[in-house]
Protein backbone atom coordinates (compact mmCIF):
# COMPACT_ATOMS: atom_id res chain seq x y z
CA UNK A 1 0.00 0.00 0.00
CA UNK A 2 1.46 3.47 -0.72
CA UNK A 3 1.46 5.78 2.38
CA UNK A 4 1.35 9.57 1.89
CA UNK A 5 3.46 11.98 4.74
CA UNK A 6 2.29 14.96 4.60
CA UNK A 7 3.94 18.21 7.00
CA UNK A 8 3.63 20.05 8.73
CA UNK A 9 0.29 18.93 10.28
CA UNK A 10 -0.44 22.19 11.77
CA UNK A 11 0.78 25.80 11.25
CA UNK A 12 0.31 29.65 12.31
CA UNK A 13 0.77 32.17 9.27
CA UNK A 14 -0.65 35.72 9.02
CA UNK A 15 -1.91 37.19 5.86
CA UNK A 16 0.19 37.79 3.21
CA UNK A 17 2.30 34.82 4.03
CA UNK A 18 3.93 32.21 1.80
CA UNK A 19 3.04 28.88 2.84
CA UNK A 20 4.52 25.51 1.62
CA UNK A 21 2.50 22.36 2.82
CA UNK A 22 4.58 19.18 1.48
CA UNK A 23 3.58 15.28 0.91
CA UNK A 24 5.56 12.61 0.14
CA UNK A 25 4.95 9.41 -1.21
CA UNK A 26 6.33 5.87 0.28
CA UNK A 27 6.88 4.63 -3.31
CA UNK A 28 6.61 6.82 -6.52
CA UNK A 29 3.34 8.08 -8.07
CA UNK A 30 4.30 9.91 -10.97
CA UNK A 31 1.93 12.53 -11.01
CA UNK A 32 -1.13 10.91 -9.62
CA UNK A 33 -1.75 13.68 -6.70
CA UNK A 34 -4.31 16.23 -5.88
CA UNK A 35 -4.98 18.65 -3.32
CA UNK A 36 -8.17 19.56 -1.39
CA UNK A 37 -8.94 22.25 1.03
CA UNK A 38 -11.49 21.80 3.59
CA UNK A 39 -13.09 24.04 5.87
CA UNK A 40 -15.38 23.21 8.61
CA UNK A 41 -18.05 21.37 8.13
CA UNK A 42 -18.01 21.60 4.69
CA UNK A 43 -17.05 18.99 1.63
CA UNK A 44 -13.57 18.98 0.66
CA UNK A 45 -12.59 21.04 -2.41
CA UNK A 46 -10.33 19.79 -4.86
CA UNK A 47 -7.56 23.01 -5.60
CA UNK A 48 -4.93 20.82 -7.70
CA UNK A 49 -5.26 17.93 -10.14
CA UNK A 50 -2.31 15.85 -11.48
CA UNK A 51 0.16 17.18 -9.05
CA UNK A 52 0.17 21.05 -10.54
CA UNK A 53 -2.95 21.49 -12.29
CA UNK A 54 -4.86 24.51 -11.07
CA UNK A 55 -8.98 23.60 -10.53
CA UNK A 56 -11.22 25.84 -12.75
CA UNK A 57 -11.82 28.99 -10.50
CA UNK A 58 -9.56 28.33 -7.71
CA UNK A 59 -7.35 31.30 -7.37
CA UNK A 60 -4.15 31.63 -9.07
CA UNK A 61 -2.45 32.28 -5.98
CA UNK A 62 -2.50 28.29 -5.41
CA UNK A 63 0.24 26.03 -7.11
CA UNK A 64 1.09 22.30 -6.51
CA UNK A 65 4.14 20.87 -7.76
CA UNK A 66 6.10 17.52 -7.94
CA UNK A 67 6.38 14.55 -8.86
CA UNK A 68 7.16 11.12 -7.93
CA UNK A 69 7.54 10.70 -4.47
CA UNK A 70 7.71 14.79 -2.74
CA UNK A 71 4.84 17.22 -3.56
CA UNK A 72 4.08 20.64 -2.65
CA UNK A 73 1.02 22.97 -2.44
CA UNK A 74 1.94 26.31 -2.05
CA UNK A 75 -0.12 29.72 -1.19
CA UNK A 76 2.12 32.55 -2.30
CA UNK A 77 0.16 35.14 -0.28
CA UNK A 78 -1.97 34.12 2.27
CA UNK A 79 -5.81 35.14 2.37
CA UNK A 80 -8.40 35.04 5.28
CA UNK A 81 -10.62 33.14 3.08
CA UNK A 82 -7.49 30.42 2.85
CA UNK A 83 -7.34 29.37 6.55
CA UNK A 84 -8.74 25.97 6.40
CA UNK A 85 -7.27 21.99 6.47
CA UNK A 86 -5.38 20.58 3.52
CA UNK A 87 -4.89 17.35 2.18
CA UNK A 88 -2.89 15.46 -0.44
CA UNK A 89 -4.50 12.65 -2.23
CA UNK A 90 -3.03 10.05 -4.11
CA UNK A 91 -4.57 8.13 -7.30
CA UNK A 92 -1.56 6.20 -8.76
CA UNK A 93 -3.11 3.50 -7.52
CA UNK A 94 -6.17 3.79 -8.64
CA UNK A 95 -9.25 2.78 -7.76
CA UNK A 96 -7.35 2.04 -3.92
CA UNK A 97 -6.74 5.96 -3.24
CA UNK A 98 -4.48 7.50 -0.02
CA UNK A 99 -5.04 10.76 1.58
CA UNK A 100 -2.22 12.95 3.57
CA UNK A 101 -2.64 13.49 7.09
CA UNK A 102 -3.68 16.92 6.75
CA UNK A 103 -2.25 20.38 7.37
CA UNK A 104 -4.27 22.90 9.00
CA UNK A 105 -3.75 26.45 8.30
CA UNK A 106 -4.25 28.53 11.07
CA UNK A 107 -4.12 32.50 12.08
CA UNK A 108 -1.20 33.43 13.79
CA UNK B 1 -24.88 18.04 -13.25
CA UNK B 2 -23.63 15.20 -11.64
CA UNK B 3 -24.89 15.16 -7.90
CA UNK B 4 -24.90 12.77 -5.08
CA UNK B 5 -26.87 12.31 -2.09
CA UNK B 6 -26.02 10.06 1.12
CA UNK B 7 -28.86 8.32 2.84
CA UNK B 8 -28.80 6.29 6.50
CA UNK B 9 -29.74 6.14 9.66
CA UNK B 10 -27.64 8.32 12.24
CA UNK B 11 -27.07 6.55 14.90
CA UNK B 12 -25.96 3.04 14.86
CA UNK B 13 -25.54 0.65 18.06
CA UNK B 14 -22.29 -1.13 18.78
CA UNK B 15 -21.66 -4.02 17.05
CA UNK B 16 -24.23 -3.63 14.58
CA UNK B 17 -23.83 -3.10 10.61
CA UNK B 18 -23.99 0.39 9.51
CA UNK B 19 -25.14 0.52 6.04
CA UNK B 20 -25.33 3.98 3.70
CA UNK B 21 -26.71 4.15 0.21
CA UNK B 22 -25.77 7.23 -2.44
CA UNK B 23 -28.04 7.89 -4.90
CA UNK B 24 -26.30 9.62 -7.85
CA UNK B 25 -28.63 11.98 -10.22
CA UNK B 26 -27.82 13.89 -13.29
CA UNK B 27 -25.86 10.67 -14.60
CA UNK B 28 -25.97 7.32 -15.05
CA UNK B 29 -23.93 5.59 -12.79
CA UNK B 30 -23.11 2.82 -15.50
CA UNK B 31 -22.31 5.40 -18.17
CA UNK B 32 -18.82 5.95 -17.24
CA UNK B 33 -15.18 4.50 -17.13
CA UNK B 34 -14.98 5.10 -13.58
CA UNK B 35 -15.39 3.91 -9.79
CA UNK B 36 -17.43 5.36 -7.20
CA UNK B 37 -16.20 5.47 -3.83
CA UNK B 38 -16.62 5.83 -0.14
CA UNK B 39 -14.92 7.99 2.35
CA UNK B 40 -15.16 9.12 5.87
CA UNK B 41 -13.36 11.91 8.53
CA UNK B 42 -13.94 11.06 12.09
CA UNK B 43 -14.95 13.76 14.37
CA UNK B 44 -11.50 16.23 14.26
CA UNK B 45 -9.52 14.16 12.38
CA UNK B 46 -8.25 13.37 8.38
CA UNK B 47 -9.99 12.02 5.23
CA UNK B 48 -9.89 7.96 5.01
CA UNK B 49 -10.73 6.07 1.96
CA UNK B 50 -13.32 3.13 2.69
CA UNK B 51 -13.32 1.20 -0.92
CA UNK B 52 -14.30 2.07 -4.63
CA UNK B 53 -16.91 0.45 -6.73
CA UNK B 54 -17.24 0.40 -10.43
CA UNK B 55 -20.43 -0.40 -12.16
CA UNK B 56 -20.22 -3.82 -12.97
CA UNK B 57 -19.44 -4.47 -9.47
CA UNK B 58 -15.71 -4.81 -9.13
CA UNK B 59 -14.70 -3.31 -5.66
CA UNK B 60 -11.76 -2.76 -4.15
CA UNK B 61 -11.27 -1.67 -0.17
CA UNK B 62 -8.91 0.04 2.21
CA UNK B 63 -7.02 -3.15 3.57
CA UNK B 64 -7.47 -1.85 7.27
CA UNK B 65 -11.19 -1.93 6.90
CA UNK B 66 -11.78 -4.99 4.18
CA UNK B 67 -12.78 -7.72 6.44
CA UNK B 68 -15.94 -5.53 7.76
CA UNK B 69 -16.47 -3.56 4.03
CA UNK B 70 -18.98 -4.42 2.00
CA UNK B 71 -19.59 -1.94 -0.83
CA UNK B 72 -22.55 -2.85 -3.56
CA UNK B 73 -23.75 -0.97 -6.59
CA UNK B 74 -28.03 -1.33 -7.81
CA UNK B 75 -27.95 0.19 -11.53
CA UNK B 76 -31.47 0.10 -12.07
CA UNK B 77 -31.28 2.67 -9.00
CA UNK B 78 -28.63 4.58 -10.06
CA UNK B 79 -27.17 3.80 -6.69
CA UNK B 80 -23.95 2.49 -4.51
CA UNK B 81 -24.10 1.31 -0.63
CA UNK B 82 -21.85 1.11 1.84
CA UNK B 83 -21.91 -1.74 4.71
CA UNK B 84 -19.89 -1.89 7.66
CA UNK B 85 -20.38 -4.67 10.43
CA UNK B 86 -19.38 -5.33 13.80
CA UNK B 87 -19.25 -0.81 14.38
CA UNK B 88 -17.51 0.19 17.56
CA UNK B 89 -17.14 4.13 18.15
CA UNK B 90 -14.37 4.05 16.32
CA UNK B 91 -16.42 4.09 13.20
CA UNK B 92 -18.22 7.24 14.55
CA UNK B 93 -17.50 9.61 11.31
CA UNK B 94 -18.83 11.63 8.57
CA UNK B 95 -19.74 9.61 5.41
CA UNK B 96 -19.31 11.03 2.29
CA UNK B 97 -20.08 8.77 -1.02
CA UNK B 98 -18.05 10.41 -4.47
CA UNK B 99 -17.41 10.28 -7.93
CA UNK B 100 -13.93 9.06 -8.36
CA UNK B 101 -13.17 10.15 -11.97
CA UNK B 102 -11.89 13.73 -11.18
CA UNK B 103 -12.23 13.68 -7.02
CA UNK B 104 -14.35 16.75 -7.63
CA UNK B 105 -17.97 15.65 -7.19
CA UNK B 106 -18.72 14.44 -3.11
CA UNK B 107 -22.08 13.95 -1.30
CA UNK B 108 -22.88 16.58 1.45
CA UNK B 109 -21.64 13.68 3.60
CA UNK B 110 -24.29 12.01 6.57
CA UNK B 111 -23.07 12.16 10.27
CA UNK B 112 -23.13 8.59 11.31
CA UNK B 113 -22.77 8.11 15.10
CA UNK B 114 -22.13 4.43 16.99
CA UNK B 115 -23.56 4.75 20.36
CA UNK B 116 -25.53 2.61 22.30
Known amino acids: DIQMTQSPSAMSASVGDRVTITCRAS??????LAWFQQKPGKVPKRLIY???SLQSGVPSRFSGSGSGTEFTLTISSLQPEDFATYYC??????????FGGGTKVEIK | QLQLQESGPGLVKPSETLSLTCTVS??????????WGWIRQPPGKGLEWIGS???????YYNPSLKSRVTISVDTSKNQFSLKLSSVTAADTAVYYC????????WGQGTMVTVSS
Open chain 2, 98 to 105: ANLYLFDI
Open chain 2, 26 to 35: GGSISSSSYY
Open chain 2, 53 to 59: IYYSGST
Open chain 1, 27 to 32: QGISNY
Open chain 1, 50 to 52: AAS
Open chain 1, 89 to 98: LQHNSYPRLT
